[in-house]
């Protein structure tokens, strides 16, 4: 392969699962968000996430099913993630 570092990257792996998935991730990731300075900066990066993912998983591989949080996480269990009351 002639960029081996991709398959650390699920949009660039996903196309090539064959058994059906659902995918819960993250579009903001604490590895790789270093400030909450840029808010325009921050849209951006979640909706790329967005964009890749979907076209991976969704519009390039139909089989799969996909979820994105706006939670920033990062291996962490699934099961710490709780809604709150509102109200901020």
Partial sequence: AEAPWRCLFL????????????????????????SLDSPPGLRALGEGVAW?????????????????DDCFHHCRNWGQIRAGEGGG
């Avoid at 890749?52 to 994105?68: C, E, I, S, T």
């Fill in 11 to 34: 949009e660039h792996v996903l196309p090539f699962v064959r058994v059906p998935s659902f995918v819960a991730q993250s579009r903001f990731d604490s590895s790789n968000v270093r």
């Fill in 52 to 68: 890749r993912m979907d076209l991976a998983a969704v519009k390039n591989a139909p089989r799969h099913g996909l979820f994105l």
